[in-house]
């Protein structure tokens, strides 16, 4: 699989990497060996790119993915995420103060089975910490050879830019699809005036761009797409209509509907990264086909305008998840 660089610091992954956040929790009971199985085949494919998070399970997910690539450390990046306070109870309120991240990353070290991670997320702005802080102390741990670069996910404009001031960003990750393209008005642009890589998670629109999803489609208890409003009867038919877009632009590239959504986002900046997530193989398998699904210049632009006349109606994440998106940091201080 073709590598991509990115932020300026030089990290290169593969063009497409693998989101391990549903091995551990949110769609359904996961399978421990049929995930540790869907890791090993997604390295034979030339996936290098590994997501996790502290918070995932939370622990358990860290503990996964560091079990599955033990004793392939070096053909690998490995990106974790810290930011919250993890009680018994599990995930608990955002904790970036410097003396937790310190914890945070010993801990995620030690559950990854590794020496350093390749890059560290703050997962969640702190709206109690100045993000110099939070940078000041990844820096240090940067200075220990224990995390190697550093990102944000779901911040404000002004903490990004506040951010990479006080220590360069080579990443930041956000919700990015055909179903949400929230990130082109402003963080897309910002991150392209930096240099600063982008991770669009949920690239798959929580697996809606696959067709999976259908008007009669009723999710099991716990699963977060639930309540999601964009999947409400009143707005999934109508949502739908992006669905059958992406059918038909399937069959003219001889791709599957996952193919051609991944695809459209590689198209649109060549530091985009998506890490689509699955616990199933075959849907693994299926994703990485994308790296191979080339557009013209003419046909990203006939897609774009395609996509842009669809409205999609409904929120894009449930009000408890929403209120931890797009906080900016408070004042350095004095």
């Not at 109870?89 to 003396?99: E, V």
């Not at 991944?262 to 693994?284: D, F, S």
Request: hydrophobic content about 40%; proline content about 6%.
């Amino acid at each position: 699989m073709e590598a991509r660089r990115l932020g300026r610091q030089g990290l290169e992954v593969s063009a497409i990497g693998l989101g391990c956040m549903g091995m551990s929790q949110s769609y359904g009971v996961p399978d421990d060996a049929e995930s540790v199985a869907t890791i090993d085949r997604a390295l034979e494919l030339g996936v290098t790119f590994f997501d996790t998070a502290e918070v995932y399970g939370p622990f358990t997910n860290e503990t996964l993915v560091g079990r599955a690539l033990e004793g392939r450390r070096d053909r690998v990046v490995l990106a974790t995420k810290f930011g919250w306070e993890i009680g018994s109870s599990g995930r608990g309120g955002l904790d970036s103060r410097p003396g937790h991240i310190r914890e945070a990353v010993e801990g995620s070290l030690r559950r990854l089975r590794t020496d350093r991670i390749d890059l560290l997320y703050q997962h969640r702005v702190d709206p109690e910490v100045p993000i110099e802080d939070v940078a000041g102390a990844v820096q240090e741990l940067m200075k220990q050879g224990k995390v190697l670069h550093w990102g944000l996910s779901e911040m404000g404009l002004t903490t990004l830019r506040r951010a990479n001031a006080a220590l360069p960003v080579t990443a930041v990750q956000s919700e990015y699809s055909m179903l949400w393209r929230g990130p082109e008005r402003e963080v897309i642009p910002t991150c392209e005036e930096l240099g600063i890589g982008f991770v669009p998670w949920s690239p798959l629109g929580v697996q809606f761009l696959t067709g999976w999803i259908d008007a009669n489609t009723r999710f099991a208890p716990g699963d977060i797409r639930g309540g999601e409003s964009r999947f409400s009867p009143e707005n999934l038919p109508h949502n739908l209509q992006l669905v059958a877009l992406v059918k038909r632009w399937a069959e003219r590239k001889r791709a599957t509907p996952a193919q051609i959504a991944l695809a459209w986002l590689m198209a649109q900046k060549p530091w985009i990264v998506p890490i689509p997530g699955t616990t199933v193989m075959a849907h693994m398998a299926e994703n990485t086909g994308a790296a191979d699904v080339r557009f013209t210049p003419s046909e990203v632009a006939e897609l774009n305008a395609a996509v842009r006349a669809i409205e999609v109606r409904g929120q894009r994440l449930p009000d408890a998840v929403l209120a931890f998106s797009g906080v900016e940091a408070p004042p350095k201080r004095q």
